[in-house]
């Protein structure tokens, strides 16, 4: 029997059934559909629609529905649309009568919202745990290397000195804003639609306080309409996914670029590693193009889905059995590039010492500044005057840590014998204690504080 179709005079034609049916992907929230099912179940025995001994008939049924599908021995019968009809028409198979009471007062609208938000809480928690692990990874090589030195750039061009670790660990606070925008989409997805029926709510007396309660649901929804079509915590998910993975996809950036023989910062282990059908040479840094390739798919996935929302008129529409593929997508695609990442981190080989050896004496030409700016000059003048000093380095041919005193003096009196203690990359990343800095002590402070969060 099907959940529906007592007004239609034919049956539904085989093509739109093959569009129309959600079971091959929405299967997958059974675990979901089964917990709301029994708690609901429960509900309307408190409401005094269902007799004890109805309930507990359904209750065990249930659990014996997923049972099956928890062993792979689920059988799809020929009308099971969705994982709602599935459940139920095998509940009905195993129990009988009672089994068609379960409906009552109940919409397959608040049913798959309700599992929805069930599963997209639970997988908030797994790609937490995802991120976690790539954070780990970043903590622990970051405090290998919070003293060796490293170019930092700008605009890809080189800037200024900092160490290993404060590169590192520029990605563990990226990541970290994933983890706080996770929570937010958990407290977002934290609100049961369970009772507000189709659209209108339900007539019979559901506790849904107790419910919410029941299901681990911070509170319940407040209008019946808006609960059914509120698919705006699968927006956030999908935002939270995205951001998580363009994070992903800078540092896959990275990696590959630091890779290349031309930087010769980092090389990964040979198992995270590829080769080339024709090149022999070859060895491609891969996994972490594949992690800046697939940030464009889960991007996508939240496009779609706003663009979907966009234009939907009140209450439940069709177009929002397309929000599961979406997020689905986006989450296993996580799910499949995270472990790979965290990995890369652990294993790759940092070579410290073409690190150090990029380094040029230019990138002092700040620090030539800032010690004008001790000797009281304004700093705008002290930019200015450090700017002529790279300039004459470079019209003389020498490299800017070569320039005499003699050549300084000429740009400012200011200048004196202790100027070449400016010529230091150790002195010049010391010397940015403050918090947040690329001294390795302070490098050390974002390590504890990382590993607190962690």
Excluded: C
Aim: glycine residues 8%; negative net charge.
């Amino acid at each position: 029997m099907t959940l529906w179709g007592g007004v239609f005079s034919e049956p539904t034609d085989d093509d739109l059934r093959k569009l129309n049916d959600s079971f091959s992907f929405d299967r997958r929230m059974y675990a979901q559909d089964i917990a709301g099912s029994v708690a609901y179940a429960r509900a309307m025995t408190r409401a005094g629609v269902l007799t004890d001994s109805e309930s507990a008939q359904i209750v065990a049924g249930l659990g014996k529905v997923k049972a099956e599908f928890d062993a792979g021995t689920f059988t799809v019968g020929a009308n099971d649309e969705d994982v709602h009809t599935a459940v139920e028409r095998r509940l009905v198979e195993l129990i009988g009568e009672p089994g068609l009471k379960l409906h009552t007062g109940r919409s397959r609208n608040d049913q798959v919202a309700t599992d929805f938000r069930l599963w997209v809480k639970d997988a908030v928690t797994v790609t937490q745990t995802w991120v976690k692990g790539l954070q780990a990874a970043l903590v622990e090589r970051a405090e290998q290397h919070a003293a060796d030195l490293m170019p930092g750039f700008t605009h890809m061009q080189p800037a200024q000195p900092v160490t290993v670790g404060h590169w590192l660990m520029s990605y563990f606070w990226q990541f970290q804003r994933d983890i706080d925008r996770l929570d937010d989409t958990r407290r977002h997805a934290d609100v049961l639609p369970l009772g507000s029926g189709a659209l209108a709510g339900t007539p019979f007396p559901l506790d849904r306080a107790a419910l919410a309660a029941e299901l681990g649901f911070a509170r319940h929804s407040e209008n019946s309409l808006d609960a059914v079509a509120d698919r705006d915590f699968a927006a956030d998910f999908l935002y939270a996914l995205a951001m998580t993975g363009v994070h992903l996809s800078r540092l896959g950036e990275e990696i590959v670029l630091f890779s290349n023989p031309a930087f010769g910062f980092v090389t990964l282990a040979d198992r995270y590693s590829t080769g080339s059908s024709l090149m022999p040479q070859k060895r491609n840094a891969d996994p972490m193009e594949l992690a800046r390739g697939q940030a464009g798919r889960q991007i996508g996935h939240l496009t779609g889905l706003l663009t979907t929302l966009k234009g939907l008129p009140t209450g439940y529409n069709k177009d929002l059995q397309e929000d599961k593929e979406a997020v689905f997508g986006s989450f296993d695609t996580l799910g499949r590039l995270m472990p790979v990442a965290a990995a890369v981190i652990r294993t790759m080989t940092l070579h410290t010492d073409k690190m150090k050896s990029a380094l040029v004496p230019e990138m002092l030409a700040t620090d030539l500044a800032d010690y004008l700016v001790k000797k009281g000059m304004p700093f705008r003048q002290a930019h200015h005057v450090a700017g002529r000093a790279v300039r004459l380095s470079r019209d003389l041919g020498i490299p800017f840590d070569q320039l005499t005193l003699d050549h300084l003096q000429e740009m400012s009196g200011l200048f004196e014998a202790d100027v070449s203690d400016v010529f230091s990359y150790e002195t010049s990343v010391s010397a940015r204690q403050a918090d947040g800095g690329t001294a390795p002590d302070a490098v050390r402070r974002q390590i504890q504080q990382a590993k607190n969060l962690l």
